[in-house]
């Protein structure tokens, strides 16, 4: 089992920026990925951007230029810096690890983004 804890959310004026962090704690052994996901009200949880053990990582095309996922292996953490955050971009951030047979969610953290 891996828990993740994710931290760092929060309400930003547009424009502004937000860094999300989230600790992966348990057998943290078998995570060959970690991602980001997104939830707005009354949308389904997408994409946002992922980073593998090797350092490859790929994003959703709306936050490309915008966003940046990276790793600290040693210490088991993934982080996401989001600048020139839009009203769009409001939603639920989760964090999740994936191992080579499924994945692990975090508990979400909100970030909203006001005009």
């Known amino acids: 089992q891996v828990q993740l804890v994710e931290s760092g959310g929060g309400l930003v004026q547009a424009g502004g920026s937000l860094r999300l962090s989230c600790a992966a704690s348990g057998s943290v052994s078998i995570i060959a990925a970690m991602a980001w996901y997104r939830q707005a009200p009354g949308k389904q949880r997408d994409f946002v951007a992922a980073a593998t053990n090797g350092g490859t990582t790929n994003y959703h095309d709306s936050v490309k230029g915008r966003f940046t996922i990276s790793r600290d292996n040693a210490k088991n953490t993934v982080s996401l810096q989001m600048n020139s955050l839009q009203p769009e971009d409001t939603a639920v951030y989760y964090c999740?690890?994936?191992?080579?047979?499924?994945?692990?969610w975090g508990q979400g953290t909100q970030v909203t983004v006001s005009s």
């Open positions: 999740k690890a994936l191992s080579l047979s499924r994945g692990y």
